[in-house]
């Protein structure tokens, strides 16, 4: 039999052997520095992953566990009190669910009093749709509106109360006419400069005879040593004239106003003789103004109640004097005091100041003392899933809202480890029952139980199975292209190249321990080698078919190549081409000929031609 040893066969064995070696080289030192990598770059490269596949993950991801509504927060974005509203005006209202992140069910909003009661349909002034629109309706008086939600699955789950408030008269228009007159004590109107006020002495403005709220303007004096604007109210401070300007804007339409007010000085006690500035008969009694106030020294209240300044059982002397007040804003960790009342927020004390808004040198200060609600309930807000690679911090919901949210973690059941602040580490794929006690009242927990996979979610399938798994794949069929082109005992060349892919993963995690927010994990090394196990696989089926397809087709022509193929080794490949002409000339022939002629069979002293080399062996 005649085997021939082709010149240019050999010479594409071998640049095949030296790309499979550069790019074998190339995917290692890639897979290296990725290693290498510190927590940010590594998660940035991650997200590239990431947004490329996650269109097909998608379509086989779990849905995450359910998490239950246990509270609702009910608001008013862009509303203030101070907002000028009327009849047909309306205000969305937003629900939020607690705790954040829980599953939306459906809830219905109703009309409540102070209390919290409901209040009948036929005494509400404004309407609410099932969107939380509130639309005023009533055209009466100035009054607000509160309102609730409530869970349609447990009306006993419901939110805050939210107040609104309206002008209960109609709009204005641009034909409207507006007249500002004073009121005495005795509701007789006066106009702004008939009957002046003395100095101390004060009276209601009003507007179109009361029919407009004199809060519905804006009002300023030209010189409050004369006489000042306070809430309603108009008191003379000074002698002389001021200029009152009152303004009110909504939206394209704009009115101003001005009015003097005359004030006189004190009258003379008429006693000595002596003389007095205004006749007594032009005192105007206007107002009580309260001498002190009194009340609870001290309230308590719960974190999250709001009390109204006006629900404090405040007492006022002298009888029948103005009982108007407002609070003095302020806040602390425990408590906002707001010009209203007090908000509670947390466990501890507040000062609320409350001043008179006709004299603020008449003032009373109640000690508010705010309480956090019991321990009743306590939600893990998680997954029943986690991943055996980074674990899973855990949050801890405490109900009722307010309440002392402080827990202990533990692991019950199963293996791993959780720190105080709730990060679990699995050590062992199965299931672990957590923990979460609550501090103030260790008879109130709650369990939960995780089974722990190999991936929990996307990004760590994305991480180690489009990333670190396939990647080993890939670097594993490459080992085996290498040893299959270049091991001198190629049968060897499986083993070589499965031992040289756990090398490989094994290194790669090895540099993960100096890499900054990164660790090293033994299951990524199994991942790694059985990425690599699964390339090596798949490039031995692939060799085998192809091989054995081209021997059935062309049998001469897959000969030729078998015999460059099995000349070629790391020995040889990157040898000189002198000394390829040598190896052409003497090594290969007689290593031919030794391995397929009798023992006495010598080589041929005469060279061969410069393309192929020719062995006759005798069968």
């Known amino acids: ?78 509303y203030k009190s101070t907002n000028r509203l ?116 004060r009276m209601y403005l009003t507007i179109n005879n009361d029919d407009y709220r004199c809060s519905l303007f804006d009002v300023t004096s030209s010189d409050d040593s004369i006489a000042e604007y306070k809430g309603g109210v ?12 009152a303004t009110l804007d909504l939206g394209d339409l704009h009115w101003q106003y001005t009015f003097d007010v005359v004030t006189k000085g004190k009258p003379s006690s008429g006693g000595g003789g002596g003389s007095t500035d205004t006749p007594d008969d032009d005192i105007v009694d206007a107002i009580i103004v309260p001498e002190t106030i009194t009340g609870p020294t001290s309230i308590d209240i719960m974190a999250g109640d709001i009390v109204d300044i006006t629900k404090c059982n405040l007492v006022f002397y002298p009888e029948g004097c103005e009982t108007t007040v407002a609070t003095i804003p302020n806040e602390n960790d425990a408590a906002q005091v707001t010009e209203h009342g007090v908000i509670g927020k947390d466990t501890g004390t507040i000062e609320m100041r409350v001043v008179s808004e006709y004299d603020d040198s008449v003032s009373f200060t109640i000690i508010v003392n705010v309480h956090t609600p019991a321990v009743e ?35 019950v059941n199963g293996n791993g480890i959780i720190d105080e602040e709730g990060k679990l580490q699995p ?27 190999v991936f929990d979610d996307f990004a760590t399938f994305v991480r180690k199975i489009m990333g670190h798994f396939s990647l080993f794949a890939v670097l594993g069929f490459g080992f085996l292209a290498v040893f299959y082109f270049l091991a001198k005992r190629k049968y060897l060349a499986p083993l070589f190249a499965v031992l040289s892919g756990i090398g490989s993963a094994l290194f790669s995690e090895f540099l993960q321990m100096f890499a900054e927010g990164r660790f090293a994990h033994m299951i990524d ?72 002629s009798p023992a006495e069979s010598t080589p041929s002293p005469i060279p061969p031609e410069p393309d192929d080399i020719t062995t006759d062996l005798d069968e």
């Open 427 to 453: 050590k062992r794929l199965g299931t672990v029952v957590i923990r979460a006690t609550s501090v103030e009242n260790p008879n109130i927990y709650t369990e939960k139980t995780l089974d722990v996979e």
């Open 1 to 78: 039999m005649s085997t021939t040893i082709s010149r240019k066969h050999y010479t594409w064995m071998r640049a095949l052997g030296i790309t499979a070696i550069v790019c074998v080289f190339l995917l290692f030192t890639f897979i290296m520095v990725e290693s290498s990598l510190d927590s940010t770059a590594s998660a940035a490269l991650t997200q590239n992953f990431y947004d490329l596949f996650r269109p097909v993950y998608e379509q086989v991801e779990e849905a995450p566990d359910a998490i239950y509504v246990r509270g609702l927060a009910l608001s008013a974005p862009g």
């Open 234 to 245: 108009i008191v003379a401070t000074g002698v002389g004239t001021a200029t009152f300007t």
């Open 377 to 411: 309930y306590i939600d893990i807000l998680t997954d029943s899933n986690v991943s055996i690679y980074g674990g899973i911090r855990l949050k801890a919901y405490v109900g009722p809202k307010y309440a002392d949210d402080e827990v202990v973690w533990s692991v």
């Open 86 to 201: 009327f009849p047909g005006d309306s205000v969305q209202l937003t629900v939020n669910y607690q705790p954040s992140g829980a599953d939306p069910e459906a809830y219905y909003f109703d009309f409540v009093d102070q209390d919290g009661n409901p209040i009948p349909v036929e005494e509400r002034t404004a309407t609410i749709d099932e969107n939380g629109l509130v639309t005023f309706t009533d055209i009466s008086t100035l009054q607000g509106v509160k309102i609730r939600a409530y869970l349609v699955s447990n009306p006993e789950i419901y939110s805050n109360i939210i107040t609104l408030y309206s002008y209960g008269i109609e709009r204005p228009t641009e034909d409207t006419e507006f007249t500002f007159s004073l009121i005495d004590s005795n509701d007789k109107v006066h106009g702004t400069e008939e009957n002046p006020l003395t100095v101390g002495r």
């Open 525 to 596: 090394v199994m991942v790694d080698s059985l990425g690599a196990t699964f390339g090596i696989g798949i490039g031995m089926v692939l060799i085998g078919v192809v091989c054995g397809v081209w021997r059935a087709l062309s049998y001469d022509s897959f000969r030729k190549v078998a015999v460059a193929y099995r000349s070629l080794n790391f020995m040889n490949i990157f040898r000189s081409k002198a000394t390829l002409n040598m190896f052409f000339s003497a090594d290969v022939y007689t290593r031919e000929t030794a391995e397929n």
